[in-house]
């Protein structure tokens, strides 16, 4: 798999980047050349909605958004809408912005997204890492 990653703090001789052999890349570039766009970004003033309809619609027809950052850095409304105009393939969140979500949430009920209860950093490796 070719891997590319926009991170303001990192420099392409950081040895994360030099081992698997990462491209670092603007924001917008890895929105357009990605199939998979995985974010991993703390909230703050600077990433509410960092993920919005005008980033949502830079991504390919057939690209996947997963969020295992936090709630508020995706714009859930913009997500939906980019998903219903086929702007998107399908979208894997694993943080709401409003958690539980409501009964009536537009996007529990859509079929291009696999919904995970805020558990990806629950992964052996993860585990084993933080230990």
């Known amino acids: 798999m070719r891997i590319v990653a926009y991170d303001p703090l990192v420099l392409s001789t950081h040895w994360t980047v030099m081992d698997c052999g990462t491209e670092l890349k603007a924001f917008d570039e890895v929105l357009a050349f990605s199939d998979f766009v995985s974010l991993h970004v703390p909230l703050t003033k600077k990433t509410y909605h960092l993920t919005n309809k005008d980033r949502l ?3 390919k027809p057939s690209g ?8 508020g850095v995706v714009d859930e409304m913009a ?11 399908g979208d894997a969140p694993d943080v709401r912005e409003v958690e539980p979500a409501c009964s009536d949430d537009l996007l529990r009920q859509e079929p291009r997204i ?18």
Request: hydrophobic letters at 40%; proline letters at 2%; charged letters at 10%.
């Open 57 to 59: 619609r830079q991504m």
């Open 64 to 71: 996947y958004l997963i969020n295992t950052a936090r709630g």
């Open 79 to 89: 997500l939906w809408q980019s998903l219903q105009s086929g702007y998107l393939a």
């Open 114 to 131: 696999l919904l995970t209860p805020h558990i990806s950093g629950l992964t052996q490796e993860a585990q084993v890492r933080t230990a």
